[in-house]
């Protein structure tokens, strides 16, 4: 018969590797949850830190979600996704990565068991929309106002984000470090931070008590020439972004000199340039340069010789910062630039800090950029000191931005959990399962800031429903007792986004991840064709 003689068809290139039905969402769902788990231990206060060694045997020792993730080198396709969360994550709110990923694994764990209990994944989707909207609407009712002048609560807010990073012991000392330099920018016009204007700066050597705060700006630089002056009092500040030297032909060009005196002549010439220049910056009673670009040493000694101190390969960025600082405008050129275009600073200095010396401008009038020189015993230390102040900074934006807090803690994910469930009684079927499921999902962050900290997470999860249930809607956790506290009162506070944030990213990649029914690995890639991926998840670490 003719049906015997049918050939197959290859829709797909040879070599193509291609995962379909409930094998598929396994695997992706045994990736994202090995990613998952991967960082869950480094929540909370008593979090734990990871080593990461790369390929050229640099280490990094954090418990930084998003640090970690981006240092691990995930490779399976879902377990990228899961990683993507917390780049988000750290993009737009700055904190609460590690609380987006758990949130998304454990999502996909309980939704695996509806899987497999035959509850199509569009039915989950659907219920885990309902139960994010309702969360994000209680949320809202259990936030807590706050604005730049309540100094105690952005204290404790900053305090809470820098809780088991590497400034445990220094917490309260840098907390107010943070919100000075955040109340120092803050723009009362559209009641917003651009962090951008907070630089930092990082010095190995001393402790990081010995960390500062200038209201100015901190340039690792040095000056030009050793005759300059080391100190300015009463800066007037010219900013600079084009050389102070003689500039190049734009086409080839050829100089014959037939005797010695045209060569004199000719470095005459070039010198007298120079001090024109000079003379044009001194005219304007200049007595701080910091060029963009190069300074020649001709111009140096001029420079030198009116007691002017220059710094040269300022970065562009820098420049802008030292412009919000200080007033000043950027000048292209020496001709038409006036003393209006300078800033003003009450002071400029080159100082020893660490190993090498660094200029310090300070004392501007009312500057809208700032820098926090960090201090630490060794680089690793300082790492970790500059990602939990990075936190820290984050949260205290995303607070301003919206002007609301939430209590920490663990409280929040468990009242939600109980709303949630209240919820799911007024529908039936199986979307009242995907509720449920989502409820049960959000108790994660107070069981794992339990088991973190030794603690029995059965015992704490009773008693902590227990005290919601008598409408103590602010009950959280203390890691340190295991006893039940009120988080507001005790001022463990986080940012009303960063809730928000967490748990809208890890409930739409949830649903991406459900949705999933077909991995085709296209040919071609030797190292997809040679390695078998292992059951779930392929990752380097």
């Known amino acids: 018969m003719l049906g015997n003689n049918i050939q197959p068809i290859f829709i797909l290139p040879e070599g193509t590797q291609r995962t379909s039905g409930k094998t598929a969402q396994s695997n992706n769902i045994a990736a994202a949850k090995a990613v998952a788990e991967t960082i869950r231990t480094t929540l909370g206060p008593k979090g734990m830190d990871k080593m990461i060694v790369d390929s050229l045997g640099d280490i990094i020792v954090t418990n930084d979600g998003v640090t970690i993730l981006k240092e691990m080198n995930v490779e399976h396709p879902a377990g990228k996704m899961i990683v993507e969360i917390a ?18 694994g454990e999502f996909l764990k309980e939704a695996e068991t509806l899987l497999e209990q035959d509850i199509h994944p569009t039915v ?4 885990y929309r309902i139960a994010l909207n309702h969360a994000l609407k209680v949320l809202n009712d259990l936030s807590k106002k706050v604005t730049i002048k309540d100094d105690e609560l952005l204290l404790k807010l900053s305090m809470t984000a820098m809780t088991g990073k590497g400034v445990e012991d220094s917490k309260e000392f840098m907390a107010k470090l943070t919100v000075d330099a955040v109340k120092s920018i803050f723009d009362e ?27 100015g700006i901190v340039l690792d630089k040095e000056r030009v020439h050793p005759s300059m002056p080391k100190k300015v009092e009463n800066a007037n500040i010219l900013l ?27 470095l005459e010439m070039e ?32 420079l030198s010789k009116n007691n002017i101190l220059a710094v040269r390969r300022v970065t562009k960025s820098d420049l802008e ?11 292209s050129n020496l001709d038409s630039f006036t003393e209006k275009d300078l800033g003003f600073a009450g002071r400029v200095e080159e100082k020893f800090v660490g190993d090498e010396n660094m200029i310090f401008v300070e004392d501007c009038k009312n ?21 939990a102040v990075d936190d820290a900074l984050g949260d205290l934006a995303s607070a301003l931005k919206n002007n609301f807090v939430v209590p920490g803690a663990g409280a929040v994910e468990i009242e939600l959990s109980r709303k949630l469930k209240e919820l799911s009684e007024k529908y039936s079927g199986r979307e009242q399962l995907a509720i449920e499921s989502f409820a049960k999902s959000l108790e994660v962050i107070p069981r794992t800031l339990a088991e973190n900290s030794g603690l029995d997470p059965i015992d704490v999860i009773t008693e902590l429903k227990a005290a919601h249930e008598n409408g103590k809607t602010t009950s959280g956790i203390n890691v340190e007792t295991g006893k039940i506290i009120d988080a507001f009162n005790e001022g463990i506070v986080e940012p009303l986004m960063v809730k928000t944030q967490a748990l809208t990213s890890a409930t739409e990649v949830t649903n991406m991840i459900l949705r999933i029914d077909d991995i085709i690995i296209s040919g071609g890639n030797e190292k997809n064709n040679n390695e078998q991926m292992p059951p779930g998840m392929n990752m380097n670490m």
């Open 87 to 104: 780049k988000t994550q750290e993009k737009e709110v700055g904190d609460g990565t590690t609380t987006a990923v758990v949130l998304a």
């Open 124 to 127: 989950i989707n659907k219920g």
């Open 189 to 215: 016009k559209t009641n917003e931070v651009d962090l951008e204007d907070v630089k930092i700066e990082t010095k190995a050597g001393g402790n990081i008590l010995d960390s500062v705060l200038v209201k």
């Open 240 to 266: 600079l972004d084009s050389a102070l030297e003689i500039k190049n032909t734009e086409i080839d060009a050829k100089i014959n000199i037939t005797n010695p005196e045209q060569i004199q002549s000719f």
């Open 271 to 302: 010198e007298k340039m120079l001090k024109n220049m000079v003379d044009k910056i001194v005219e304007k009673n200049v007595n701080v340069v910091f060029c963009q670009k190069g300074i020649d040493d001709v111009a140096q000694h001029f």
């Open 321 to 331: 910062k030292i412009s919000k600082a200080t007033g000043a405008n950027i000048v």
């Open 367 to 387: 500057p809208k950029s700032v820098t926090l020189l960090l201090r630490g015993s060794t680089e690793h230390v300082l790492e970790e000191v500059k990602r």
